[in-house]
């Protein structure tokens, strides 16, 4: 009962709205019809709502094939947001250390349900580099950061993000069972840092360590990016940057205000 009153405060028409524009998000560029029928809808009801979000700025229409799609507009607002947050701001230190310390991309990013957002990013200096622009949104199951902002949500959570749609399989390493993860959350959880293996991309190896706030909840993850081939295995040199990338977020969630537990020497 009150589940259904609460239903019924819902405004129908910003549900579909808002359905339009993830599913332009999704495909980037799509038709009226395209639209309607991706999401059962009526032609002059998708028509009416991609009209009102074209006057209002946050969708264009392509004016060769009049098809429409996602604005500037949210880009500009999600910047803001993460203005707002102010985590590149104090990021930017410990993001310079640690890319002076590994020679290699760093990247921080946020979880926004069961994906995540890059939200700053150093390039690293070699030749050949990794790229994740800042904006980027990626699968949260199979990337090093995402992992690691998964692995600290409670088990049922990470459950209920993915029970509606299969994992997908992106390489030959990417886990794609739901209880595989979840056992494999629990060691990153336990570690403290997540490795992603090849899981997303291949040749491109990952590791992240999560960024606490002073709720003692992780707020952010930050990583170092680097191709595979230039480390060949070298156990050695991939836990010095494992050592190098615990010992800088650690300092930066206390900078954040989280006090790490003690441990009794």
């Not at 032609?43 to 006057?55: D, E, G, Q």
């Not at 890059?118 to 200096?125: F, G, H, L, V």
């Not at 990470?158 to 390489?171: H, M, N, S």
């Not at 991309?201 to 993850?221: D, F, R, S, Y």
């Amino acid at each position: 009962m009150g589940d259904s009153k609460k239903d019924n405060r819902h405004v129908q028409s910003i549900q579909r709205a808002m359905a339009i524009i993830e599913t332009l998000d999704k495909y980037r560029e799509l038709g009226v019809t395209e639209i309607a029928e991706k999401l059962g809808l009526e032609r002059s009801t998708v028509h009416r709502i991609l009209s009102t979000l074209k006057a209002l700025g946050y969708i264009n229409q392509n004016p060769t094939n009049h098809k429409y799609s996602n604005s500037f507009r949210f880009f500009e607002i999600g910047n803001n947001v993460i203005q707002s947050l102010g985590f590149r701001r104090q990021a930017m230190p410990f993001m310079q250390e640690l890319s002076t310390k590994s020679n290699e991309a760093v990247n921080l990013a946020v979880l926004d349900g069961k994906y995540v957002i890059y939200i700053d990013k150093i390039e690293s200096p070699a030749t050949i580099k990794v790229d994740l622009p800042v904006g980027k949104r990626m699968p949260a199951y199979c990337t090093g950061l995402g992992k690691v902002l998964l692995a600290h949500l409670p088990e049922i959570t990470v459950r209920e993000l993915f029970e509606d749609e299969p994992l997908i399989r992106y390489t030959k390493n990417t886990i794609t069972d739901i209880d595989e993860l979840c056992q494999h959350l629990a060691k990153i959880r336990e570690q403290g840092y997540a490795v992603d293996n090849e899981e997303y991309v291949e040749g491109l190896l990952c590791i992240a360590a999560p960024i606490w706030g002073h709720t003692k909840n992780v707020v952010a993850a930050l990583s170092v990016a680097l191709p595979k081939f230039r480390y060949s295995d070298d156990d050695d040199k991939i836990a010095h940057i494992r050592d190098i990338l615990l010992d800088v977020a650690r300092r930066f969630s206390i900078s954040l205000g989280y006090q790490p537990p003690h441990i009794d020497s």
